[in-house]
């Protein structure tokens, strides 16, 4: 591959990015070095299909340099890599690099024989984390890399309606909440009111959701109708700005005919009192066939009320291939019994 008449100037980056680029042996950008950087600077996402030798990763690691905030102590940049020596050789470049930038910290995240360093060092602030998967989740799940709502990969339109409820970090019950979900395992959240649990699956939820299909993907069961209308305001407030779906609400002490009613249109996400719930399914207005996720919401309320049975009758009517989250504020012998019996090897998150 040839190199063009681009100057790495003509990118707009900073002098002292350029000196580190010079000074590596880079003297121009490759066609798809240049094409990459002006995208990635654009704030786009970005797939490069190249072979190795052609720059890809320098490609993305300038990128990030030019977008990193120096005084800013907190992960910006996450790079995933497949093998310890491949996080070393990365992070080599990148320390290459950004050699005469402001002074930024940039850490390997990989398994290593003295696991206090590893979380000393990330604990310190680290700008830019660059690690294997699994060490990086292990880190993120032990809460000692904090990550931005970005770093977990979530569709630009729940962002937006992240940020806008005032949101600007997960915490740590969320962080391994939401990365756990999103990997498919099945999920017991225990952690006390005010916690942030409801958004911790909430958000996956949305994320995973199909706005295409208008059938029920995610069916949310609550003890009350009080937390019916305050998941369902949540769902519609942090989806505002998705693809168009539509979250129902399905509660006794209302009329069957209003249940109908909510029912009768598209209803990719149902939340609801299991008697009332398990009424629309008997009569044939509750479709459950789509359904991928089965969310029990203040699961300790539902077992005081006897709803155990219920929740095991409509359980066993969805899908073979659904994915459970139990929240509790507690896990308590009745609340354990009734996720053994619904959940598949559990994840808990504390």
């Not at 990763?57 to 497949?82: G, P, R, T």
């Not at 395992?185 to 409801?198: C, E, F, P, T």
């Not at 300790?300 to 009320?305: E, F, G, P, R, T």
């Amino acid at each position: 591959m040839a190199a063009n008449e681009t100057q790495w100037e003509d990118l707009a980056l900073i002098p002292e990015l350029v000196r580190g680029i010079r000074e590596i042996g880079f003297e121009y950008p490759w066609a798809m070095q240049r094409d990459a950087i002006m995208t990635i600077l654009q704030g786009h996402d970005v797939i490069l299909n190249k072979a190795a030798g052609t720059g890809k990763s320098s490609a993305f690691i300038i990128s990030a340099l030019q977008k990193l905030d120096v005084y800013n102590n907190q992960c910006q940049v996450l790079i995933l890599v497949e093998t310890r020596e491949s996080a070393i050789r990365m992070h080599g470049t990148i320390l290459a690099l950004g050699a005469f930038m402001k002074t930024f910290k940039c850490c390997k995240c990989v398994a290593i024989p003295k696991f206090r360093e590893l979380i000393s060092e990330l604990e310190s602030g680290c700008q830019i984390v660059v690690g294997t998967t699994g060490c990086v989740l292990d880190m993120v799940l032990r809460g000692v890399l904090k990550i931005k709502w970005e770093s977990v990969g979530l569709i630009p339109g729940l962002l937006r309606g992240i940020y806008e409820i005032g949101y600007e970090r997960p915490n740590a019950l969320q962080q391994n909440a939401i990365m756990t979900i999103l990997q498919g395992h099945d999920v017991a959240l225990y952690r006390r009111a005010g916690s942030g649990k409801s958004v911790a699956f909430v958000i996956p939820a949305l994320q995973k959701l199909d706005t295409f299909d208008s059938q029920c993907q995610v069916l949310i069961l609550a003890d009350s109708r009080e937390l019916v209308y305050r998941i369902q305001e949540l769902i519609l407030t942090l989806g505002k700005y998705m693809e168009p779906f539509a979250c129902r609400k399905c509660v006794g002490g209302s009329r069957t005919s209003d249940s109908f009613a909510e029912l009768a249109s598209a209803c990719q996400i149902v939340v609801g009192t299991p008697g009332r719930v398990l009424c629309m399914m008997d009569r044939g207005f509750l479709k459950v066939d789509s359904v991928k996720m089965l969310v029990l919401d203040e699961v300790h309320d539902l077992v005081s009320k006897r709803f155990g049975d219920t929740i095991i009758d409509i359980f066993h009517r969805l899908p073979s291939a659904k994915q459970i989250v139990v929240a509790a504020p507690y896990k308590a012998k009745d609340i354990a019994e009734l996720a053994t019996e619904i959940t598949n090897d559990p994840i808990q998150v504390t």
